[in-house]
């Protein structure tokens, strides 16, 4: 049962921690995209990449936020300094190719003190 | 991206069909209409997409009117576990697969 996998799913920091979130792809998924959520806003997306590469970072905070694909295992989604306005459920979302269903991981709620 | 209307939240009763309604008036030509939902404490899950025949699948149907400016997802038999937020999305088939939520249509299934 092929899944997207997100670590951790619950990080509770104080403001000015630094913070890593973690997805790994469905294997096969070439495209990785990093969504936020609040309550205020909704889903947002921050940033996707292709075949590792950052396609599309606009949404991203781009002072305090960044995202890799070290490999095509693994996408890290990293905030620091952290801030209390940073609180959230962060989602990962993955896709084969030009497929177009995206599949979700769990999340990872965050909530800085 | 062209812009999506839903109402704020839908009741049903449960074991009856379930029509949510979208509105895009200002699509175009190469978007495709797509239905995600999101269960509580979960993260959202593809439902059904088209681009202008009606489409079936094991989870619902999705209706689209001829001028393509309105489409309806249709749950059969609404079960409690259908209970979620339902967004529906128009997104370009080539080129970016990124996926812009709307507020969606939060849907309540009554016993």
């Known amino acids: 049962d092929a899944r997207v996998t997100q670590t951790p799913r619950h990080k509770v920091t104080e403001m000015g921690q630094e913070v890593t979130m973690r997805c790994q792809p469905i294997?096969?998924?070439?495209?990785v995209f990093w969504y936020r959520q609040t309550m205020m806003q909704g889903l947002e997306l921050l940033a996707y990449f292709r075949n590792r590469a950052p396609l599309d970072d606009s949404g991203m905070p781009k002072d305090r936020f960044s995202a890799e694909m070290p490999d095509a295992t693994l996408a890290t989604l990293k905030i620091q300094p952290s801030e209390p306005r940073d609180s959230a459920v962060y989602f990962c979302g993955t896709t084969a190719g030009d497929k177009n269903e995206q599949f979700f991981g769990p999340g990872t709620r965050l909530t800085v003190l | 991206d062209a812009k999506t209307t839903q109402p704020n939240s839908m009741e049903s009763n449960e074991e009856e069909p379930v029509h949510l309604p979208c509105n895009h008036s200002?699509?175009?030509?190469?978007?495709?209409i797509h239905w995600y939902r999101q269960l509580p404490s979960q993260g959202p899950e593809y439902v059904i997409h088209g681009l202008t025949s009606n489409v079936n699948n094991r989870m619902a149907s999705l209706a689209i009117a001829e001028d393509r400016k309105s489409s309806t997802l249709i749950l059969h038999r609404a079960t409690l576990r259908d209970a979620a937020v339902y967004y529906c999305?128009?997104?370009?088939?080539?080129?970016?697969?990124?996926?812009?939520f709307g507020q969606g249509t939060r849907l309540t299934i009554n016993p």
């Open positions: 200002t699509i175009s030509g190469t978007d495709y």
């Open positions: 999305i128009l997104r370009l088939y080539q080129g970016a697969q990124k996926l812009v």
């Open positions: 294997l096969g998924h070439n495209t």
